[in-house]
Nanobody
């Protein structure tokens, strides 16, 4: 049973920083892809950043490039999202996602979400 637990959200002023963490429990391999998504009120959930399997390249949404950094610690099954120079438009619920493939079956797991609010 895979579970994802996020932490680190909160209220911050524009220009500030926050660091989100997502700890995964269960059988996780370094080849699994871990990502952060976000969903603002009235909007669809969007991909923020992806940290693919070992050796792969990270990817970012254009809106966060140069401000956010995704990283992962495979030994701890944890993925992080360092968010700098935050803007009010970054306000959203941030979700951790884990994508695994086991015996050809794709599994998609989500955390419960953590609220990030950026005040102007």
């Amino acid at each position: 049973q895979v579970q994802l637990v996020e932490s680190g959200g909160g209220l911050v002023q524009a220009g500030g920083s926050l660091r989100l963490s997502c700890a995964a429990s269960g059988i996780i391999f370094s080849i699994d892809t871990m990502s952060w998504y976000r969903q603002a009120p009235g909007k669809e959930r969007e991909l923020v950043a992806t940290a693919p399997s070992s050796g792969g390249s990270t990817k970012y949404a254009d809106s966060v490039k140069g401000r956010f950094t995704i990283s992962r610690d495979n030994a701890k099954n944890t993925v992080y999202l360092q968010m700098n120079s935050l803007k009010p438009e970054d306000t959203a619920v941030y979700y951790c996602n884990l994508l695994t493939v086991r015996s050809g079956v794709v599994n998609n797991y989500w955390g419960q979400g953590t609220q990030v609010t950026v005040s102007s």
